[in-house]
Structures are given as C-alpha cells and as structure tokens.
Nanobody
Framework: QVHLMESGGGSVQAGGSLRLACLVSGGNYGSSCVAWFRQAPGKQREGLTNIFTGGSTPYYATSVKGRFTVSLDNFKNTVYLQMNDLKSEDTGMYYC??????????????????WGQGTQVTVSS
C-alpha cells in the first residue's frame, strides 16, 4: 500500500511561485510513477506531469510546460512540483498520485491507484 501526502499549497498572486511536495511512503518507492493532477472548481481533473521515481525524463502537459518543474528527492521519498509564473487559471486542488510500475505512461487519472488528499492552490490576479 502506497501512501501519499501533499503539502505546500497556499495563496499567491499571479506571477508568483509555489512549491508543492508529495511525501511517498509504503510500497517500493523506487518503482513508482508519480504524477501531479489538479482539479479546478467545476472542471474535470487534469493531469499535469509525471515522473518515474527510478529516474526518467518527466512528461508535462501543454498547459504547464515551461512553468512547472517536477523533481525527486530520493533520500526523502518526496516528489516536488515547482510552480512558477502562476496564473489565475492555475487555481485548484492539487493532488499527487502514484502507481507501482517500471515506468510512466500517460496522465489519465484512471491509471493511478494511489492518491493523496490534495492541497489547495489559489492564485489571485
């Protein structure tokens, strides 16, 4: 069983930055694909990026490419999401999710069977 816990959300003005963290516990950390999703009010959950904890080139959705960066701290079993140049449309609940795998595939939420509780990000213009 993999447990995920997000932190780092908050309120920021447009153009600002936040860094989210996802602490991964249980399971085999080195064989997990971890993704970040967000859900804005009234909208479907959107996959933003994923990364394989064993080491891989991350994948980014078009909406965040160039502004968001996912990274690993394998000593802390933590996956970070650095978010720069935030926009009001980035507002939403941010979730990390994981699946036990030997690599990452897509960003369909149905592919991930472990989820954190989420952390709220609010960007004001």
């Amino acid at each position: 069983q993999v447990h995920l816990m997000e932190s780092g959300g908050g309120s920021v003005q447009a153009g600002g930055s936040l860094r989210l963290a996802c602490l991964v516990s249980g399971g085999n950390y080195g064989s997990s694909c971890v993704a970040w999703f967000r859900q804005a009010p009234g909208k479907q959950r959107e996959g933003l990026t994923n990364i394989f904890t064993g080491g891989s080139t991350p994948y980014y959705a078009t909406s965040v490419k160039g502004r968001f960066t996912v990274s690993l701290d394998n000593f802390k079993n933590t996956v970070y999401l650095q978010m720069n140049d935030l926009k009001s449309e980035d507002t939403g609940m941010y979730y990390c999710a994981a699946m036990v795998a030997y690599g990452c595939s897509g960003l369909g939420d149905y592919e991930y069977n472990f989820w954190g509780q989420g952390t709220q990000v609010t960007v004001s213009s």
